[in-house]
């Protein structure tokens, strides 16, 4: 599909307690990039199709299609779509002083099943108070989700996979535990049930995994991304991605340029 960009003049209203700023839509160039940048207020931001990263604080979060992620004040922020594969997106951009849905609160990333629905209305000419509306649409999905999370108080495992996808450069099990309120053992164990991984198995795999990714889609060297995603020390990281994956990190990308290919993930 040939790149576009749709920008939906919206009047500020100011509408109490929730005002529509912005809203859009866009097909990504291969390799698009935008920021390093900040904002004065939110952007929720659904993908339609294609994947890419966007990364906040330093902190780099994959979103591919049928993912939303947030932006919130004041946090700088980058959005680089995938090359071969890129992002097609819409989004609207709002000020609030209502409390944000858990899942738009705590994560970056995230997915509702409703999100597909609410950003598909998005179009030219949409008036701020129907805008308004699909924001609080989206809220109130968020809500009802939170309602269904409750419902499962034994289901810690859930919990502890959106952490470890939001926090996997810093988390550790031990904190992991504790946030759980989980002896670190008893916690293990279940977490193995479920994943067929310990915890510590489970987040080195997804860090890899991203770094591969940020040095096979997004150009990264091998520092900055076992930096990006939990390893500053180059000799831990090397030896941790040759573990995982067979190769070095400086061999992988060596590799690539050989292939013209991306690096391929277990």
């Not at 198995?201 to 997004?218: C, K, P, Q, V, W």
């Not at 030896?239 to 277990?266: C, N, Q, W």
Request: positive net charge.
């Amino acid at each position: 599909m040939d790149a576009y960009f749709e920008n939906y003049r919206i009047r500020n209203l100011e509408l109490p307690h929730l005002n529509p700023l912005m809203a859009g839509r866009q097909q990504c160039p291969p390799d698009y990039r935008y920021g390093p940048v900040m904002r004065q207020y939110y952007i929720v931001e659904y993908v339609f199709a294609g994947r890419g990263v966007y990364t906040v604080n330093g902190r780099p979060y994959p979103a591919e299609a049928g993912e939303a992620f947030i932006i919130r004040p004041y946090e700088v922020h980058i959005l680089h779509a995938d090359r071969e594969d890129p992002w097609e997106y819409a989004w609207f951009g709002f000020e609030t002083d209502l409390p944000l849905p858990r899942l738009l609160a705590e994560r970056y990333v995230f997915s509702l099943p409703e999100c597909g629905e609410i950003f598909s209305r998005l179009q030219k000419g949409i008036a701020e108070p129907e805008l308004a509306g699909l924001i609080y649409r989206l809220f109130a999905a968020g809500y009802a989700q939170e309602k269904r999370e409750e419902k499962k108080p034994g289901d810690a495992i859930d919990r502890a996979l959106a952490i470890i996808r939001e926090e996997y450069p810093t988390v550790t099990v031990e904190k992991l535990a504790a946030r759980l309120f989980f002896n670190r053992s008893y916690f293990g164990a279940l977490f193995k049930k479920r994943t067929g991984k310990t915890p510590k198995e489970y987040i080195d795999d997804l860090r890899l995994s991203t770094a591969a990714r940020l040095m096979g889609e997004f150009g990264y060297t091998a520092t900055q991304a076992g930096a990006a995603v939990g390893y500053p020390d180059c000799m831990t990281f090397s030896k941790m991605y040759k573990r995982h994956f067979g190769v070095s990190p400086r061999g992988s990308l060596d590799a690539e340029k050989r292939k013209g290919k991306t690096i391929l993930l277990k």
